[in-house]
Each structure stands twice: as structure tokens, then as C-alpha cells.
């Protein structure tokens, strides 16, 4: 058997390693727990119901997309189409704060794939309170504009 070597000590490498990787594990669920302190959360978010209702006059020839947007000191936050049910409707989460919703309409050119530039707007400012409920109601009159009533 001249000429073959045993290698001795593998099982004591594995071991060290095992033993190395346990501790850094240990170690790491140390650091993470934080103690008993709860991890900061921001405040619950304000709920916004926003629909539409159409108020007299005529529709839009070729049809039209409602869409509101909502605003904070001037930046857009959202802006979102509004659902293509029988009455238009979408729901927005707000951090607390003062903002303003903006309702416009974009009818359609042609066909819905190319719209119109935004028309018949109106804004509204709300308040959003952390948990709070808004309901606001959009009331639409193709041509004319529009008018925003919240509560909440």
C-alpha cells in the first residue's frame, strides 16, 4: 500500500464549519429581535370612496374615461381611471394630511384607444385623518363640468 495516504480530520473540518455557522446564525437572531419594543408604524392610511354621477345634459358622442387625481401641495400622489361599472367608482388609501381631488373626463377620439386632452374638471380639498372614511361624489354634467361633495 505504498504510495496511498489517509486523510484523517474531515469529520472535524465539517464540525468546525457546522459549529461556525450555528453561531452566526445564533448570533444574527440576537441582533433582529430588538427587544420588546414594537418596530415603528406610520399611522393607518385615510380610506377615499369616490364616485361619479352623472347630472342631466347630454354624454360624451364618442364615449369618454372618468379619472380622478388626487394632489399634495401641488404633486399628483394618484391618478387613477375610474371603474367602467354603471356608476364610476374607485377607492384611494391616504396617508394623513391635506390634499385635493381632482375629477376630469377624457373622451374618447375616434375610438377609446386615442382621448381627448382632460375636460370638465372640479377639485375639492379633504382632509384625511389616519382610519378615517371619505366619501366623495363626483356629480358630472358632460359640457358643463363637474362639482365634488366629500363627507367623513
Same mark, same amino acid.
Given at each position: ?12 473540518? =465539517? ?38 354621477? =352623472?347630472? %342631466? ?14 394632489? $399634495? ?10 371603474? %367602467?361599472?354603471?356608476?364610476? $367608482? ?63
Amino acid at each position: 500500500m505504498a504510495g496511498r495516504r489517509r486523510i484523517t480530520g474531515t469529520v472535524t473540518d =465539517w464540525t468546525g464549519i457546522a459549529a461556525f455557522a450555528a453561531a452566526l446564525f445564533a448570533v444574527s437572531l440576537a441582533a433582529g429581535c430588538g427587544g420588546s419594543e414594537p418596530s415603528p408604524r406610520s399611522a393607518d392610511p385615510a380610506t377615499l370612496h369616490v364616485r361619479q354621477q =352623472w347630472v %342631466g345634459g347630454g354624454l360624451y358622442v364618442e364615449g369618454s374615461y372618468s379619472y380622478v387625481r388626487v394632489e $399634495r401641495d401641488g404633486d399628483s400622489v394618484h391618478e387613477l381611471r375610474l371603474s %367602467g361599472e354603471r356608476i364610476p $367608482r374607485a377607492t384611494i388609501h391616504l396617508d394623513p394630511g391635506t390634499y385635493r381631488l381632482v375629477s376630469f373626463q377624457r373622451p374618447c377620439d375616434g375610438n377609446c384607444s386615442r382621448l381627448d386632452p382632460p375636460t370638465d374638471r372640479c377639485s375639492h380639498e379633504i382632509e384625511a385623518t389616519a382610519g378615517r372614511r371619505i366619501e366623495a361624489t363626483v356629480r358630472l354634467t358632460p359640457g358643463e363640468g363637474c362639482t365634488i361633495d366629500a363627507d367623513g
